[in-house]
């Protein structure tokens, strides 16, 4: 019974790891989409962002978070599975008066260490096009992943 030994560590450690979702800025809803005996069913999460230096554009992103046992202590690793679509949901204003080319703006854990889902916002100057992509950091050992999805918004409204 080696699983009933480790239980404790691996409640400890759960204790340390905030689960996938804690650093999302709104949980928007959530659906079922595995059964488990034991722990939560797996389930596909919307959560929403809204964009630190970019005032009125929201990003609403799905994405799949394993349950079981594991998944409801926070140390199982979510699949690279996700969707993005953001939205003008006010007058749009630059923060800070200007957008660098590239830049990070939300991460969340997607696993106990090393995975994480990350949008990054792109801005195009010449169309004036704010492009957000989601994607995610290589685990270690699974040789990473080029699933993403991208979205845009426009600055000016046509």
Do not use: H
Request: with cysteine; net charge positive; glycine share 10%.
């Amino acid at each position: 019974m080696m699983f009933a030994r480790l239980l404790p560590f691996v409640v400890a450690l759960a204790t340390l790891v905030p689960p996938a979702g804690a650093f999302a800025q709104s949980r928007i809803g959530e659906v079922d989409t595995t059964f488990r005996l034991i722990g939560r069913n797996d389930r596909v999460v919307v959560d929403r962002y809204d964009d630190p230096r970019v005032d009125g554009v929201s990003c609403y992103v799905s994405r799949a978070e394993t349950g079981g046992v594991m998944g409801s202590i926070g140390l199982a690793t979510d699949p690279n599975r996700f969707s993005i679509a953001c939205r003008a949901t006010g007058p749009i204003t630059l923060r800070d008066g200007g957008l660098p080319k590239s830049e990070i703006v939300f991460g969340e854990k997607m696993s106990a260490f090393f995975k994480e889902v990350r949008v990054s916002r792109l801005y195009d100057q010449e169309k004036r096009v704010i492009v957000y992509l989601v994607w995610s950091t290589i685990s270690i050992g699974t040789g990473g992943s080029a699933f993403n999805s991208v979205t845009a918004v426009p600055l000016d409204a046509r």
